[in-house]
C-alpha cells in the first residue's frame, strides 16, 4: 500500500503559459512505477500524518532550504550525432556548416565505437543540465540509431530517436544519404521495430521517431513511404520545417505548396509531429498545424545563426499552435535548456523592440512579441510533454516524477528573501549552471 519513496520540499512548476505553481515544502510521494501519487502541501489536512508515516518507515527524503525542485526539461529538437562540433562554424555560411563539417561528421557514425563514445557523451552532459526526455536526431545509419536509443534507455534517459532519413541523390552527397528511397523506407521500418522490440525494457521507455531531415533532402517517394510508416506503427515524426528562406522557398517551388502542407499531404503531420524551428509559417499552415495538434520545437540559439529570423512564438501561440523548446545541438552550440529559456526570451524581446535603430520607433520591431521567464520555462517543460503526448513536464499527481534539484549554494545570490517565489525561480532560470543541477530523476529513478 506504501508508495515506493517521497521527497518533501520547496518546488516550481508551470500551471500553463503564464502562471507558476510554487509549492512549499510540499510531499511529492511517488509510485514503484515512477510517477507522483500525490503531493502533499502544507495545508493538507493529512499533510503530518502522512509526513510521520513516511519518517517512520525511512522513505521520506527531506530537501534543505537551498534545494528547490524544478521539473526536468524537455528538449524537443537535438541532433545527437552533432555533439563533437557544437559550439564549431556557426559563423560560416549554412552551406559550408552543412557541407564541410556536419555531412563528414554524421557520416561517421557507422563507426559503432565512436557513435558509442560520442552518444554515451551526450546522453549524460543533457542529463546533468536537466534534461530528462529528449527527441534525437541520430543519423542515416540505423545500427548507430538503435544503439542511441539503448543508451538512452540505459542511461535513465527518456529519449525518442530518430534514424534520419535523407536519399534524394540530387540534394545529398553520395557519401552520405539513403542508398534509394525504397531503402531509406525499408532501414526506417526496421529500425521502428528494432526500438518497438525493446521500447518496455527500460522503466522510463524509448520510442522511435521517424524522421525525414526536411523535405529538400528527400524523395516524393520516401516521404509518402515515411508518412505510412507513421501511420502504420503510430509512432512519433520529427522534421525541420520552414525553417529559413531558403528552405522555405524551396518547397514552395518544388511542391507549390508550403512545407507544412506539404508535409500533411505526406501523412507527416500528426498529432505525435514536431517541427523544428518553422519561423516561416503562414497563416494557412498554422491552420493545419494547429488543427492536426503538432507542435513547434522553437530552438532560439540556433534561429540566431540560421533561421534568417525569430520565431514569433507568442502570436503561433495565439492561433492555437503547442510551442516547446529545443537546444538543437549544434545549430545551437549550447547542451543546456536553461540557454534556451534565456535566449528564447531574449530573442522575443528583440523581436518585439526590433532590432535597427535608423528605424524610428514604432516601425522597428513586431508589437506584443516579447515573451517572459514564466512563459519560456513553460515551453521548456509542459509544452513539451504535450507535443509528445507524454504525461511530463509538470509537478502534478499522474505526472511522471521527471526531477531536477537545484542547489542555490553556487552562482545564485541570497542576501536577502525575495519578494516573492517567483523571483527566486525567476533567479534560477537565469543563473543556474549545470553545477547547481545537483541531482536529476527520470521515472521516479536518480540519474544525477
Ligand atoms: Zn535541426
Known sequence: MFNNTAIQGNAFYSMDFNKIKYVSNGIFCVSNEGYIDEVYEEDHKDYDLIRFKYLKSGKLRILSDSEVMLPGFVDLHIHASQWPQAGTALDRPLETWLGEYTFPLESRFKDLVFANEVYLDVINTTLTHGTTTAMYFATVDRESSILLAGL???????????????????????????????????????????????????????????????????????????????????????????????????????????????????????????????????????????????????????????????????????????????????GGYSPSMYQSIRQAVISSRMLQEGVNPSLPRDERGRPCSSITINNAFYSATVAGGIALNLPIGKLEKGYSFDVQIINMENNIPRFYKEKNPEDLLHKILLLSESSNIKEVWVQGCRVK
Open 152 to 330: 538512452c534507455g540505459e542511461s535513465g534517459q527518456r529519449g525518442l530517436v530518430g534514424k534520419v532519413v535523407m536519399d534524394d541523390p540530387s540534394s545529398n552527397s553520395d557519401f552520405y544519404r539513403d542508398a534509394s528511397p525504397e531503402e531509406a523506407v525499408y532501414e526506417t521500418e526496421k529500425f521502428i521495430n528494432e526500438v518497438l522490440k525493446i521500447q518496455n525494457t527500460y522503466k522510463q521507455k524509448i520510442y522511435p521517431v521517424v524522421t525525414p531531415r526536411f523535405i529538400p533532402s528527400c524523395t516524393p517517394k520516401a516521404l509518402e513511404g515515411l508518412g505510412m510508416l507513421a501511420r502504420k506503427y503510430d509512432v512519433h515524426v520529427q522534421t525541420h520545417c520552414s525553417e529559413s528562406d531558403w528552405a522555405h522557398q524551396f518547397v514552395k517551388e518544388k511542391y507549390g505548396v508550403n512545407d507544412a502542407k506539404a508535409l500533411d499531404n505526406f501523412g507527416l503531420i500528426t498529432e505525435k509531429t514536431v517541427i523544428a524551428h518553422a519561423p516561416f509559417l503562414e497563416p494557412d499552415d498554422l491552420k493545419i498545424i494547429a488543427g492536426k495538434k503538432t507542435s513547434i520545437a522553437h530552438s532560439p540559439l540556433s534561429n540566431a545563426y540560421f533561421a534568417n529570423s525569430v520565431l514569433p512564438l507568442k502570436d503561433f501561440r495565439s492561433k492555437g499552435v503547442n510551442v516547446g523548446m529545443a537546444t538543437d545541438i549544434s
